[in-house]
């Protein structure tokens, strides 16, 4: 019982700093983040608890309840009742990190990578698409050439990428007319980690939408299975240590990015989506800071379920985002059980207000 009630206190505290992340810049404190990253690993981890306490009726079982009830906040930000709001005249974005087109088995090429996509993409018919991690998918053909392909293929009449700087592969096709925004604006500088146009959708009303990916973890499968699969004391601490360097590095530097991003957005006369690779969890800091910029995530209200976004070997990651400002109405939000890239394609149709 006492092995027990010692589980019971410290998944108590590791609910409550996973809740408290949010609050903390990682760039003043960085030890929290991993418990953020966590949370639904450590929400389990408390119900097993839980019910261990329950079965054995056990006077400690207050302790697993507190920290069922400290997460709270957390399943409010990583869990959704939504429901789908049919309306007219509704507008449809899909945003994917397509991972360079090289798909998770490790075996298909580029190209057959790249026409899956396109197939998906036709199959959804997202008004807008934005796309992160757009590469070159066809041996000899420039990435600008493969954007051309893909946006006649996809059925995509404009296009809008940072020609002289794309590190980032950052992508937005439309059906309708887009401008690149003003170019005092931190957009309008085309940083690496963002672009930005307005989009005329003619009745169906304009909107401006942002198209972004933060730095991301540069995490690999071999180091999770390694890590995973390593025996040896010695191999688990060097990979340890590794990849710790690897979460405080990308948790700063994307705080940076994030404040950049905000402080950048240029003067709109109509409503903002912010979609992307943000690369942070519900219960991150950045999340905190676009929730005060003003910007609703869109999965909270209309999406249903958990619906994590990243395909690779870390589960239960929903670190993908459709932010939409007040002026949105946001109808329905949809994952997409489509596995080719590391992350899985997100949608959400919504109105102008």
Known sequence: MFVLTLLALVGLVAMALSVING??????????TVFGLAFWEIFFFNVVVFLLLLLLWSRKVWIAVLAL??????????????????APSSVRIMSYNVHNFDHVDGKTDKESMARLVMDKVQEENPDILCCQEFSAFK??????????????????????YNKKRNYGGNVVFSKYPVEKVDEDSGFGQENTYGIMVSVDAGE?????????????????????????????RQNLDTLGKTLLHKLNF???????????????MPSVDA??????????????????QMRKAGFVDTFTEVGRGIKPTYAGKLPLLRIDYIWS?????????????????????????????
């Not at 609050?23 to 929290?32: G, S």
């Not at 690779?277 to 219960?283: I, K």
């Open 271 to 288: 409503p903002v989506l912010m979609c992307g690779d943000f690369n942070e969890p519900p219960l991150s800091y950045n999340y905190n």
């Open 139 to 160: 041996n000899g053909v420039t990435r600008p050439q493969c954007i051309d392909l893909f946006a006649k293929a996809s059925g995509y009449p404009y296009v809008y």
């Open 69 to 86: 009830l400290v997460a709270i906040p957390g399943l409010k930000r990583s869990y959704s009742f939504g429901h789908k709001v049919e």
């Open 250 to 264: 990308a948790f700063q530097r994307r705080s940076e990015e994030l404040q950049r991003l905000l402080e950048g």
């Open 325 to 353: 400002d007040t002026a949105v109405t946001p109808l329905h939000f949809e994952r997409c059980r489509f596995k080719a890239s590391d992350h899985y394609p997100i949608l959400l149709d919504f109105k102008i207000k």
């Open 204 to 232: 169906k009303g304009k909107f401006y939408v942002a198209n972004v990916h933060l730095l991301s973890y540069m995490i690999t499968d071999n180091e999770i299975e390694l890590l995973v699969g390593s025996a040896e």
């Open 23 to 32: 609050f903390i810049n990682p760039r003043n404190f960085i030890w929290t």
